[in-house]
């Protein structure tokens, strides 16, 4: 059954460093997100992707943040300097026509010391 | 906005007790709902989904019934194992649109015992 796959699976940084999270989508799903958990706490939406643009985006999504596809498989996050606040488990998911369930990976988790 | 509002844990039972979680919702439009759960270290998996009023999601012997009338989604299993031991979250989609996001729950820690 195929699944969305993340890489890390663990991070750890250097408060403000900038780190890149990636997913690997479901090969012929349309719709892609990013989420976060910070521990203890509940997932958090931060931004969801369709046809190579931002279709919308939390307040959490600020400038430091920005998402890509850069190729046909992969979808990334970047924090671009990164605060201790960012420490959280982040999870991509996606979706083959941007309705109804979406399809997480198995996260990864930032740690920002 | 929308909302999700499920009891706190966590719930510790023994095994093939009843296990109840409640989760009510608030909505500017008409959502699907949904369960997921999160297995110790794992990442999240749908558990079930209901789309529309009245419709039961049931899977691994997990059901919830989706209510408009109370606005809820309560997950319940009859008997629980051990291997239910995991963090369940409500969550919903409006159906307005496309790419809509997930609003989820707090989550709900259940612990069964043997």
């Known amino acids: 059954e195929p699944e969305v796959t993340q890489t890390p699976s663990h991070q750890v940084t250097q408060m403000g460093q900038e780190v890149i999270l990636r997913c690997v989508p479901i090969?012929?799903?349309?719709?892609f997100y990013w989420y976060r958990q910070i521990l203890g706490q509940k997932v958090e939406f931060l931004v969801s992707f369709y046809n190579n643009e931002i279709s919308e985006k939390s307040e959490i999504f600020d400038d430091q943040f920005s998402v890509e596809r850069p190729d046909g498989s992969n979808f990334t996050l970047k924090i671009r300097s990164t605060k201790l606040e960012d420490s959280a488990m982040y999870f991509c998911a996606s979706n083959p026509s941007g309705i109804y369930e979406q399809y997480f990976g198995p996260g990864t988790r930032l740690t920002v010391t | 906005g929308n909302s999700v509002t499920q009891m706190e844990g966590p719930v510790t039972l023994s095994e093939e007790a009843f296990l109840t979680i409640n989760c009510t919702y608030t909505a500017t439009g008409y959502p699907s709902l949904f369960w997921y759960v999160q297995y110790p270290g794992e990442g999240l998996q749908l558990l079930l989904k209901a789309t529309k009023a009245d419709d039961k999601g049931s899977n691994k012997g997990f059901e919830a019934t989706y209510r408009k009338e109370t606005t809820s989604f309560h997950l319940e299993k009859g008997s629980v194992q051990v291997s239910d031991s995991a963090v369940y979250f409500c969550?919903?989609?409006?159906?307005?649109?496309?790419?809509?996001?997930?609003?989820f729950g707090g989550g709900t820690r259940v612990l069964v015992k043997p």
């Open positions: 969550a919903l989609v409006l159906n307005k649109a496309a790419g809509n996001k997930l609003t």
């Open positions: 090969s012929n799903h349309l719709y």
